[in-house]
């Protein structure tokens, strides 16, 4: 049974808090380092305690940018859910299983157009 728009919406809105969520965790972390970095020498490559203060810093903006780039697939997906597009393969043009979009929401491609 094809997905409704409104449950696709309701759908996407709420995956969309949540990737909002994770991002202000990521953006809350970085100012924490940034805190502490600010308040400690930068030589802490040596540091026999932990990770550096650079490869967490690394890690962070990685994962900031990482879902930086999902809150963007999803905004994309609400767009073609507003043009009517949302759930249609771009590539053949025929539906996109369910299962699919509830495990990718922003998925553009059908199963077999993805591999």
Do not use: F, N
């Not at 919406?9 to 965790?25: F, W």
């Not at 809350?28 to 305690?49: G, I, K, N, T």
Request: charged share 35%; with cysteine.
């Amino acid at each position: 049974m094809p997905r409704t728009s409104a449950a696709s919406a309701k759908k996407l809105t709420e995956r969309r808090k949540e990737l909002v969520a994770l991002l202000e965790d990521a953006d809350r972390q970085l100012a924490e380092l940034r805190h502490l970095r600010e308040s400690l020498h930068d030589d802490d490559e040596h540091d026999p305690d932990g990770v550096s203060l650079s490869s967490e810093w690394s890690r962070l903006e990685g994962l900031r940018q990482s879902r930086l780039e999902a809150v963007a697939e999803i905004d994309a997906a609400a767009a073609r859910l507003d043009r009517g597009e949302y759930g249609i393969c771009s590539v053949c043009g025929k539906p996109i299983a369910a299962a699919r979009l509830d495990a990718r929401p922003g998925a553009t491609e059908c199963i077999d157009h993805a591999r």
